[in-house]
């Protein structure tokens, strides 16, 4: 055995159209094995990495008549996929036949070419097929009559701490069990599917097939694949007859594609309650820490360090690989773009960690027959420690463990042992089964796979729909052909079968009308679909290359070969997920007509992101009874700051259709939720449903209630320059820009100890206050909100100018419709400066105004009606009444039709008499009533014109005008389309106009039309 380092190579990709379209510029240069990396805010700043090897991809090189893409002339530098085969893959297929164990695992953030270098797109093979092409040709050459090969692969992909068998043809396919060996200490996936491999193309059509179950097991779970890693294992055994023995040498190679390396530098969820309940970030977190402690065992700096290696999946799986027996590779992939110079510098920070760490290697050999004795010898031992028990002295037992943690390290490690007997057992089986019989076993079931593998467009002569994935290596995977009159699609008995969240059985049909002529339908009023972004609520004619969104999930594009070229020519010739996303963004009204800022772009990719996530989150808040309905707001910062900036900020709003309350959560947060939310609908649809009646600090849906901002009045301070009053009644407005009540406020100059200036006091000239003392006081007199929902608690809260800390109003409980504060605050200020000058004339006390929630529900009635109640003493069923139930009745009246009781089904006959006669005579219908009433009238003031502070502000409320005005059409019909689903709480909502206008009409900024109202009757039908 012996020590070496792990082998570093760096890979830049070329700029992607996102960074093209912003007119990135390359920030990183290579000079041989040296990485220089520029900070774009600083050209002096300059940082430099040293590695193994270097490759530069970003430009130089043209698409050759093959589609390969080449280098474009002999002096340039560009690096192909075939130059990293020939400096480290050779190397490490040359250690595979010498008996080493190699590994090679791919590291970057999502985007930079991780997956392109280790699988690659098309003609253009990455690391995996080279490799695997090369192996074969290699094993053609060293056969011969006293060596014998044998190739297995699998494959699997590691999820939200889930192992999941891509090669399995298990329907569905269940997470696999990660074991440790007792005796080596090694992990591995239990009964993980291993293909016997007799030439490439096997290979190719295992690794076909293996993308394509990743990709429709993405869809159909709503995985986000860039946080999934994906495990590539090649088995290449070696039987080499000797004069005395027969030889058995082993190599395990490694492919490990890790998912996005973003995830490590996201500062954001610390404040999320529910952070470390979610196991979507612990791989690649653990993984670092595993690579920190490894190099501080490797340098020295710790001897006896421990490696957490057992505290993810991902690390438990790749332990040998990292600090074990095998030669290893890193391949760290980044962008070169100035937008990514963060992410760039952190990718290289840690590959130059990873360059440190030992592995410890050796050749794996040993004669087969001593072989089959070890076996034979473990199994005995396993078989003796079970029957004596002294496996209980292997605990690894740690101090303070309680005794049922003992005992569940107990039953983990017996039943590891027997585990490992079976597995033993069945390696013996094996042996004893010749290698040509195993290769036309699975020769036989490739032959026989439900999967087709055609996965181009060559020779198809008929329409066919083609899927879109957020991983371009997932996309134009999955092919449909349109090749019959009539196309249904759904969950069961379909001509295209799909799964997943908001999939009817019967979801959709595709006719073909004429020659090249195809019509698109729902099956059903309920069936959610979108063409090109837009809801299809009758009958579309689909066109060449027409986006089609099918459930929440499912992206297609119709490609209709016979008239590709009368495509309309602004639509991108190759459509991407990222395209088919800006559809759906455009029909929201999301995306800028010019898209010239920085800061509209960073936004525009954040809805891009957000967009797809919050629709999902909406169909599983349905499916799983929440009421909870999720938007992307955005908030103008001088209302979520308290201060008079330009500028906005995207949150995602969460709210309570039933009570009404509302929580504001960042996107960071959300990420963090949607993924534990996502985690909970996979246990619901397993059959898991204890996850339904979680407590609510475990229910991601759930956050403890917080004062909720209503919304903002501006206060302006011009008239402090001349030394005058000013006293009005200022509207209050939310981040919509609709009002919500109105807040009266006095402003006065005054002396130290609050009393009124004289009227000689007053000034002409604004300079006349410069290098003297100055106090104002501030006055709110009373407060009108709309909303009787926020009539409990409310208080205000401001800052004026450079303070630190907000003053904040006692809490005032409303118990009028006008509620009284007549709280007052002086300022002083010691020295009047241009400063302050500028702040009177331009700037502005941005009040905020919160109110408490509660829990208290809208409708007395209302959680009752979820289950059905069906009365078994009635014949005609048809015209039945509908009630429902919920919580404990809805649990005890399940338990109850489940055990057939006759006594307890007249009891729920009766129970549903008398609802169903309370419901006719009242209609089931809460109202919830706004109390309108009109402001006092205006007090008279003297009108100044508006600073230049407050167009930008104008502008920012109307630039969110302009993006949110079709923000929640989607939404809104999620929730509408409880009306058509008789299992689920049907919605109706009555707008009420505001009745009432406010004076001092020159200074409100108009309301927008939105389907948010004051005033809603929540009705039950």
């Known amino acids: 055995m012996c020590e070496e380092l792990i082998q570093v190579a760096v890979r830049l990709r070329p700029f992607n159209q996102r960074e093209n379209d912003r007119h990135a510029k390359s920030i990183v240069d290579v000079d041989g094995k040296t990485i220089f990396i520029m900070d774009p805010l600083s050209s002096q700043e300059r940082k430099q990495f040293s590695f193994d090897y270097t490759y530069w991809s970003h430009d130089d090189f043209i698409q050759a008549p093959s589609a390969i893409f080449q280098a474009d002339d002999i002096s340039s530098s560009y690096n192909s996929q075939r130059k990293l085969f020939d400096d480290f893959g050779r190397d490490l297929l040359k250690s595979a036949f010498s008996g080493f164990n190699c590994s090679v695992f791919a590291y970057g953030q999502t985007g930079s070419g991780k997956s392109y270098s280790m699988i690659g797109y098309g003609v253009n093979r990455g690391l995996i097929p080279i490799t695997c092409n090369e192996l074969f040709e290699e094993i053609e050459n060293k056969k011969d009559s006293h060596t014998h090969f044998q190739v297995t692969l699998s494959m699997m992909e590691v999820y939200n701490e889930q192992v999941r068998d891509l090669l399995s043809r298990k329907m569905p396919k269940a997470c696999l069990t990660v074991r440790q060996h007792p005796t080596s200490g090694y992990f591995y996936p239990q009964d993980l599917c291993t293909m016997p491999v007799d030439n490439y193309k096997d290979v190719e059509r295992l690794l076909s097939e293996g993308i394509q179950n990743r990709t429709i097991a993405s869809t159909n779970m709503n995985r986000t694949s860039s946080r999934a890693h994906t495990i590539v294992t090649i088995h290449l055994d070696q039987i080499i007859q000797t004069n005395y023995d027969e030889i058995k040498r082993m190599s395990t190679m490694n492919f490990i594609d890790l998912a996005g390396s973003e995830t490590l530098t996201n500062p954001g969820i610390s404040g999320d309650r529910l952070n470390e309940r979610t196991n979507i970030n612990r791989s690649l977190s653990t993984f670092e820490n595993v690579v920190s402690a490894l ?4 340098s020295g700096v710790k001897q006896k360090c421990f490696v957490p290696y057992r505290e993810s999946t991902l690390t438990k799986l790749i332990q040998n690989s990292l600090g074990g027996n095998s030669k290893t590779i890193m391949l760290a992939t980044l962008s070169p773009a100035d937008v990514n110079y963060h992410e760039t510098l952190n990718t290289l920070s840690f590959a130059d960690r990873v360059k440190r760490i030992k592995n410890f290697i050796s050749i794996n050999e040993i004669a087969f027959d001593k072989f089959i004795h070890q076996l034979k010898e473990e199994n005995q031992d396993f078989k003796s420690l079970i029957e004596t028990g002294n496996y209980n002295l292997q605990l690894d037992v740690k101090p303070g463990m309680s005794s049922q943690e003992i005992e569940v390290i107990r039953e983990q490690l017996k039943e590891n042992i027997n585990e490992q007997i079976e597995n033993n057992e069945k390696t013996l089986q094996d042996s004893k089964c010749s290698w040509d019989v195993k290769l036309q076993h699975a020769q036989l079931a490739m032959k026989y796979s439900l999967i087709s593998f055609k996965t181009s467009q060559v020779d198809r002569t008929d329409p066919f729909l083609v899927n879109l994935h957020e991983d371009p290596i997932l996309s134009y995977v999955i092919y449909h ?16 079968c799909l799964n997943g969240l908001s999939i009817l059985e019967r979801h959709a049909i595709i006719r073909h009308i004429d020659l090249n002529k195809y019509e698109l339908s729902p099956a059903e009023p309920t069936a959610r679909i979108k063409v090109n972004g837009y809801n299809l609520n009758g009958i579309a004619y689909l066109q060449h290359r027409d986006r089609i969104l099918f459930g929440a999930n499912h992206l297609y594009v119709f490609l209709n070969p016979l008239v590709e070229q009368e495509s309309v020519s602004d639509i991108s010739k190759i459509i991407t ?70 500028g906005s900020k995207l949150l995602v709003r969460m709210k309570n259709i039933v009570t009404n309350n509302v929580w504001f959560w960042d996107d960071v947060k959300f990420l963090n939720r949607i993924y534990i939310i996502k985690d909970h609908y996979e246990k619901f649809l397993d059959g898991k449903e204890d996850i339904l009646y979680i407590s609510k600090e475990d229910d991601p849906f759930w956050d403890p209630l917080e004062d909720v901002l209503i919304g903002t009045a501006n206060v302006f301070l011009q008239s402090l320059m001349y030394c005058m009053d000013f006293a009005d009644e200022i509207s209050i407005f939310d981040h919509k820009c609709l009002e919500q009540g109105c807040i009266s406020v006095n402003l006065s100059p005054c002396l130290p100890n609050g009393d009124a200036l004289t009227k000689e006091k007053f000034i002409d000239q604004p300079d006349e206050l410069l290098n003297k003392p100055y106090n104002f006081k501030i006055t709110i007199n009373h407060i009108e909100v709309n909303d009787e929902h926020h009539s409990k608690c409310l208080r205000v809260r401001y800052k004026i100018y450079n303070e630190f800390k907000f003053t904040e109003t006692k809490i005032i409980c409303r118990h009028a419709w006008r509620a009284r504060i007549n709280q007052s605050r002086i300022k002083t200020v010691p020295n009047i400066d241009n400063n302050w000058l500028t702040f009177f004339d331009n700037g502005c006390i941005v009040l905020q105004i919160f109110a408490s929630q509660d829990e208290k529900k809208s409708g007395a009635d209302l959680f009752k009606f979820t289950t059905r109640l069906k009365p078994t003493n009635v014949q005609n069923k048809d015209n039945l009444m509908e009630i429902y139930l919920f919580g404990k009745e809805e649990q005890e009246y399940l338990n109850d039709i489940e055990q057939n009781d006759p006594d307890r089904l007249k009891h729920w006959n009766d129970y549903y008499e008398k609802l169903a006669l309370r419901q006719n005579n009242t209609s089931l219908s809460y109202h919830v009533s706004q109390k309108c009433s009109p402001f006092f009238s205006r007090m008279n003031t003297t009108s100044f014109q508006r600073p230049s502070l407050t167009n930008q502000l104008n502008h920012t409320n109307r630039l969110i005008r302009s993006s949110t005005s079709q923000l929640n059409q989607d939404d809104d019909q999620a929730s509408n389309n409880h009306t058509m689903n008789p299992s689920r709480l049907r919605w109706k909502r009555a707008i009420k106009s505001n009745k009432f206008q406010r004076g001092n009409e020159q200074n409100k900024i108009p309301p927008i039309p939105n389907n948010e109202t004051n005033s809603a009757a929540c009705t039950i039908q």
Not at 295 to 298: A, G, I
Not at 487 to 496: M, Q
């Open 295 to 298: 190099v501080d065992r490797s």
């Open 481 to 496: 052909d349109l090749s019959t009159d009539e196309i249904t699609i759904g969950s069961r008995n379909c001509t295209i």
């Open 577 to 646: 997920w990222e395209y088919a996303q800006k559809d759906i963004a455009k029909a929201k009204g999301l995306l800028f007509v010019d898209n010239t800022m920085i800061e509209q772009e960073d936004f525009e990719q954040k809805v891009l992101n957000l967009l797809p996530l919050i629709s999902e989150a909406n169909l599983i808040s349905e499916e799983l009874n929440k009421y909870r309905l999720f938007e992307i707001i955005l908030m103008p910062l001088s209302s979520w700051e308290g201060i008079p900036v330009p």
